[in-house]
């Protein structure tokens, strides 16, 4: 959480955006667990049975957590970066 919270901070001004999908906790530990974690950007609580949600079928998701670092047109430029990592795909993207 500390990468994304920096994300956030960092490109607060930009044509960023973090979105956060949680398709596995009840609706109300989601919820709580938003706020104990400071989580400050758009998270969306999804959930379909145990199985699979349409999120994690159109992005093919097999595990959990899954980052997909997308760029201006939607397309998958980045995917599973962490740390560093992921700070450097978003300034790669950001400065195109």
Not at 19 to 25: A, F, K, P, R, Y
Not at 49 to 75: C, F, H
Request: charged share 25%; glycine share 6%.
């Amino acid at each position: 959480m500390p990468t994304l919270q920096t994300l956030v901070e960092r490109h607060d001004s930009e044509k960023f955006t973090l979105l956060g999908i949680n398709t596995g906790d009840s609706e109300e530990t989601f919820r709580k667990d938003s706020v104990e974690l400071g989580v400050t950007w758009t998270c969306v609580y999804t959930y379909e049975g145990r199985a699979k949600s349409t999120v994690a079928d159109l992005y093919q998701v097999q595990a959990y957590p899954t980052i997909y670092v997308l760029d201006a047109e939607g397309r998958i430029r980045f995917k599973d970066v962490r740390g560093q990592a992921l700070l450097d795909a978003v300034a790669i993207l950001l400065a195109e």
